[in-house]
């Protein structure tokens, strides 16, 4: 998952980043309005983590612009305790949550984990492929109920991979969703974490097609299954 913070508290924001990374989230952080609009505008997100104070351009501001092209990346706000005017604006401006200073990063992060489990489309919290099931308010992978051991980089690609079974995803999709924003990362690093992911869960039948100098797609369990059947059949 990868999120954008828009917090001008350099001591807030460089707190939050290293918590929310920890937890294996992708962060940019940007310190004021202005930077937040061209971001919104030119990236792809999965949440928005805005402070309504922000210089250049307000947290309001940023908001009205981004639900006025059409977007419906879920936005926590922050805002000072006092703030409660502040706090009704934003949550009618088209803000899912909001959190007042000061707050406990628990607290946070289980607001990002709802947030990010809502923009990938609510409801159940387990996605099942097949023998593998991924949980994604604990973060974690099984195979046959066995968990798996996987980096944070292994996550998150395998949550972009899940959230378009059979669909090719590019490399550059990956990066997009995978590193912060305007971190150098070759495909062949990519190569690395796809080819790490693949020997942890084909080992119970999922499998993860390369289409050669295009990405990758996470077949459909069925298509991986007869593929397997109808190799077996040619041995």
Not at 90 to 106: C, E, H, Q, R
Request: net charge negative; glycine share 10%.
């Amino acid at each position: 998952m990868r999120i954008l913070l828009a917090e001008d508290d350099s001591v807030l924001a460089d707190g939050l980043t290293r918590s929310l990374r920890q937890s294996g989230y992708a962060i940019d952080c940007v310190r004021n309005g202005q930077e937040a609009d061209t971001a919104l505008s030119t990236q792809e997100f999965d949440l928005l983590i805005l402070d309504l104070g922000l210089p250049k351009l307000s947290g309001l501001e940023v908001l009205r612009r981004l639900r006025s092209r059409g977007s419906l990346l879920p936005v926590l706000i922050l805002t000072a305790a006092d703030s409660i005017e502040q706090r009704v604006n934003g949550l009618d401006l088209g803000a899912d949550d909001y959190m007042a200073k000061p707050f406990a990063l628990s607290e946070l992060e289980a607001r990002v984990r709802a947030l990010t489990r809502r923009g990938a489309g609510g409801g159940a919290t387990v996605i099942k492929h097949g023998p593998l099931s991924y949980d994604q308010v604990g973060r974690s992978a099984y195979i046959n109920d066995q968990m798996l051991d996987l980096s944070a980089r292994e996550l998150g690609l395998l949550e972009v991979l899940l959230a378009r079974t059979g669909r090719l995803v590019s490399k550059e999709q990956l990066v997009d969703h995978l590193c912060e924003w305007g971190e150098e990362v070759s495909n062949n690093a990519i190569e690395v974490y796809v080819h790490r992911l693949r020997k942890k869960i084909e080992v119970g039948g999922v499998r993860i097609a390369t289409v050669r100098g295009l990405g990758y797609c996470l077949e459909k369990f069925n298509d991986a299954r007869a593929s397997a059947e109808a190799g077996d059949s040619h041995k």
